[in-house]
């Protein structure tokens, strides 16, 4: 469904402009949107590392930065175009835009899931356990 949604509004991100700039409309897209994800999955140790069991060390620390830095920066280069456009502000816009519009209705599907989810889990187990 994500895969559709994302299809979708890169679709319209990309009416009105040539083809290479709709194909690099979709790829930086998908940068930025990969990039959200890279920087969560490297925040884990920086800032949530320690709730996890055992702190991490100081070079996990420096590595885990390093990704970070380097996510960080392939986001904001993704928002820069590589061919000639009318507008780079226009075209960071459309990107960034598409991207947050995706990541939003991916957070609200995975919200609804597990509000679902957790309505359709009963508080206390029914029948007997089992002897092992």
Request: aromatic share 10%.
């Amino acid at each position: 469904m994500i895969v559709g949604v994302a299809a979708v509004f890169s679709v319209l991100a990309s009416l009105g402009t040539a083809r290479q700039v709709a194909y690099q409309l979709l790829t930086a897209t998908g940068q930025v949107s990969f990039g959200i994800y890279y920087c969560a999955m490297f925040a884990v140790p920086l800032f949530a590392g320690s709730r996890f069991g055992r702190k991490p060390g100081f070079w996990l620390k420096v590595c885990v930065l390093s990704g970070l830095l380097i996510t960080i920066a392939s986001v904001v280069f993704s928002l820069v175009p590589i061919v000639d456009v009318n507008s780079s502000w226009g075209f960071a816009a459309k990107v960034g835009g598409t991207a947050l519009a995706v990541n939003l209705m991916g957070a609200a599907i995975w919200r609804q899931r597990a509000l679902i989810r957790r309505v359709s889990i009963p508080d206390e187990p029914t029948g007997t356990p089992q002897q092992i």
